[in-house]
């Protein structure tokens, strides 16, 4: 039985929400990260495990905030049970309490190791290569092609996943 103040989905239905950056800093990379899973969803033709999917979508705004109160909004309103995105790695840490809180499975595709280290949860799964891995890999490419570069300068972004670049080429230089 649903939770009070939660709808009933069908029992042959399950609501997936899709968090995007529709506006905000990324508002360029959420309407194809949307369309890429709108893709996904009819090549099955909108079924899973003999299931009807609902396919609801929700602007993050690339806030931590918004995205957080929109995802609470979905499972409340819609039924959501599964969630996918979004592409920022700050609004993903704020995502994915929302999912521990409610027991929801939350999907992100990468940028902070923190949603599968220290903030990692059995509602949580990071699908992407995490942060360490990028930059083990480009800086061998780097290092194997200008072997007598003697510095690395490296301009990060101010978040989550920034800092943790950040860190690893600190290490791995």
């Known amino acids: 039985a649903p939770a009070p103040g939660q709808p009933a989905a069908a029992d042959n239905e399950v609501a997936v929400l899709g968090i995007w950056s529709l506006g905000g800093p990324y508002a360029d990379v959420g309407p ?3 369309r890429g899973a709108q893709i996904a969803l009819e090549e099955v033709g909108y ?6 999917i609902k396919y609801v979508t929700r602007d993050s705004e690339t806030k931590a905030g918004t995205a957080a109160r929109r995802a609470q909004e979905a499972i ?4 959501v049970k599964f969630i996918v995105g979004p592409w920022s790695s700050g ?3 704020a995502v994915t309490e929302v ?5 929801v ?20 799964f990071m699908w992407a290569a995490a942060a360490w891995t990028a930059m083990d890999a480009n800086l061998k490419a ?8 003697k510095s690395i300068y ?5 978040y989550a996943f920034g800092w943790s670049l950040q860190t690893y080429v600190d290490q791995l230089a």
Not at 76 to 79: E, K, L, N, R, Y
Not at 154 to 158: E, S
């Open 142 to 149: 780097f290092k194997k092609s200008h072997h007598e570069a």
């Open 76 to 79: 409340d309103s819609d039924g």
């Open 105 to 124: 499975m939350y999907y992100f595709s990468g940028g902070t190791e923190d949603i599968s280290g220290k903030r990692c949860h059995r509602y949580a």
């Open 47 to 52: 079924r899973a495990g003999g299931k009807k």
């Open 154 to 158: 490296l301009f990060v972004v101010d």
């Open 91 to 93: 609004v993903a840490l």
């Open 99 to 103: 999912a521990k809180k409610n027991k």
């Open 32 to 34: 194809l990260l949307d």
